[in-house]
């Protein structure tokens, strides 16, 4: 249904890209035969539980996808699930904390009830003496509350400090706060709270409300029980999940007029998109993170397999193997044959499948046994795992051409390694799918930057990643250009033959798509000489008003007609004439006033039969408008300052990406963030990182400033400064060790 209604679905998501049925049928887009994914790990004989299949669709089509699912098997039969939230240990000292305030203060400050409920009747009574001298008193037993309640054994600050020492040593914090910890763990995991599931759906061939329960919320149905339960009583959960990459990708596909690919359309090996996926981490799904990406870079994929191992690399479980891995230094195990079971992985044990192959394939486990013992070790089952330790043995001495002795002894030193890491390992399944939607995001970047990264503009979430886009276009050496009348539409749009991509406009503050569409329509329809001209234009056929023209000239958006200031006043003086239709104007109103002499050459002041009349008519108002423009440029109206033109972006845009392309601002640094540096021995602040964004060029920077230097002259956000001397440190890092404010 997605794929005939033009919504992309994920290549995989889960362990069910081990699933051969959900490939053939197009439940997946992920083949087990070419990328030696594992059935067993999504389903076997002994699971009890039915195997989730999640998919990751567009956000913006997510709601489509839920309402179809109910919609075709009827609201009676599908509902949302349950979440809980529950109290965990720093909550829970935060719940027990304020039930503990409450109670001092009940027992510490006067109530107040009974003198506001007296008020209240005096006030009814008109009784204002009463109400004065009881007002006075309740300020005055208000007041002194408030300086007994700082008393309070139990406020924040109390608490904070009790969760700081909780974390540092638990025993410690309940020896000294005893009166707390009394009921720590009665509340500890207590469930606090409810909501809906972020993702999930059940859809049931039984109706749900009279066999399980649901309750409406914010017009939604959903299930009275959790996603536990929802297991355990063989309910069928869907994922459906929103990510973003999907959505990039089906915008730089239609921007490309190419159809969402299938997978075995893609080129997996193509060397220019591995060699390309290295330039810039942005927009590269799951590897846009710095740390992230400088491990890509360490390691430099070729392959699909490549790119999955530093995805596992970098979670929890990783942190053994890592910088090995990253060096590529093959990894010897007990015996050569686990090195030859985890030879795709360079010897490393990595992912939850390597356990079910160890089991399967050197064990002779079956895929359901397997998968079962896997858990069990994940659990730390001891129970499990020793009922199942006699045939890991059996199974593995019989693989095994080593004595029994020998052999024993390597299955039992393997098994360490396997329960020291399944804590967190990560799943091929899983990592395999999302590393097809990382290439795929390389590929299209690589062979349609500016279909891709118009796209990754247009899903832009916040100032980071309009920032990223903005450094990903500097790769590719294309210009981003503000907001203009006659290349921007309401979305970002680009040019290719002029090497840009022009920036949207629905999203400035107090905008929307129509007026934005209808001022580029209007700027290919006609060509107007003068801003008094388009200003016609504008009011004559499109619905912009005044607040919304006001905000594009201070955003620059009519630049090629002038600075802001001047064309403000050319704006004025056009809805002082009332847009071009005004008819007259009094004497008196114009008197002493600049455009007088203009206005005196362009309107009459008799009456039809000769004589003076009290207001000038105007006889030509174009040429009246054009005189007053003309009038107003010869004054040479200095434009906005740098700090100004910042104050209207992060005003009306809510960001700041102001850029001069001027060589001489490349040093104008606009800073953007400060954090301090502390010493990890003393916890003395050395130093201070300071992010920065070039005024000249528009690249980001983090530089490091001494504290010394900083002291100087202290750095705040918003700051401009001019950049003297930047330095390399033998680290890597760049040190800003002189500079001078601006403005």
Known sequence: WCREHNIPVGFNRGS?????????????????????????????????????????????????????????FGQENTAYILS?????????????????????????????????????????????????????????????????????????????????????????????????????????????????????????????????????????????????????????????????????????????????????????????????????????????????????????????????????????????????????????????????????????????????????????FSGSKADNTRRAIARKDEERLKKALPQILEGYCKTSNQPREQAEREAREFLRVIEDASSYMFGLNHSIGYCMIGYLCAYLRCYHPYEFITAYFNNASGENDIAGGSDLAAVYGIRIVPPRYGLSKDVYVFDREKRHIAKGVASIKHMNRSAANELYGLSKKYCAQSFVELLLLITQETSVNTRQLDILIKLGYFADYGTAPELLRIRDIFSYFKCGEAKKLAKDKAAGQWFEPILKDCATDKTKDGKEAKSYTITNMLMLLLACEEQIRSLHIPDFTLKMKIACQLDYQGYVDLTTANKEDRRLLLVTGVKPLQSKHTGEIWGYAVFTRSIGTGRQARLTVRAGVYQSDPLRKLDIVYAKSVTQHKSGFWYLSDYEKRM
């Open 84 to 364: 809980f939230g529950t109290a965990c240990s720093k909550d829970a000292i935060d719940e027990i904390g304020r039930a503990l305030a409450i109670r001092w203060e009940r027992a510490h400050l006067a109530d107040v009830s009974g003198l506001q409920a007296e008020l209240e009747k005096m006030r009814r009574e008109n009784n204002r003496q009463a109400v004065r001298t009881l007002t006075a008193r309740l300020k005055e037993v208000k007041a002194q509350n408030a300086k007994t309640a700082l008393k309070n054994p139990y406020s924040l600050d109390i608490i904070a400090q009790v969760k700081k020492q909780f974390e540092a040593d638990e025993a410690a914090a309940r020896e000294k706060w005893e009166d707390i910890f009394y009921y720590y763990d009665g509340i500890l995991n207590t469930v606090v709270s409810q909501s809906m599931h972020a993702a999930g759906i059940v859809a049931s061939p039984v109706t749900l409300a009279d066999h399980y329960g649901t309750f409406i919320n914010d017009g939604k149905t959903i299930l009275q029980i959790d996603m536990d339960a929802v297991h355990e009583v063989s309910l069928v959960k869907y994922d459906i999940l929103g990510l973003k990459n999907i959505e990039i990708i089906k915008d730089a596909c239609a921007l490309s007029n190419l159809p969402y690919p299938k997978s075995h359309e893609i080129d997996w090996n193509d060397a220019a998109v591995w060699k390309d996926m290295l330039r810039c981490p942005v927009g590269i799904f799951q590897f846009e993170g710095e740390y992230a990406f400088s491990l890509l870079r360490r390691f430099q994929p070729q392959n699909i397999f490549d790119m999955s191992l530093v995805t596992a690399a970098l979670r929890p479980s990783g942190a053994s193997y890592r910088d090995d891995l990253m060096q590529r230094k093959p990894h010897h195990n007990p015996s050569p044959i686990i090195d030859e079971l985890l030879s795709d992985n360079n010897g490393y044990l990595i992912y939850q499948e390597d356990v079910i192959k160890f089991l399967q394939q050197i064990c002779g």
């Open 16 to 72: 069910c890209g081990g699933s051969r049925v959900a490939y053939v049928t197009g439940i997946t887009d992920l083949n087990p035969e070419t990328w030696k994914t594992v059935f067993s790990r999504f389903a076997n004989e002994d699971r009890k539980e039915i195997g989730d299949i999640d998919i990751d669709v567009p956000p913006s089509d997510r709601d489509k996808v839920y309402d179809y699912i109910i919609s075709r």
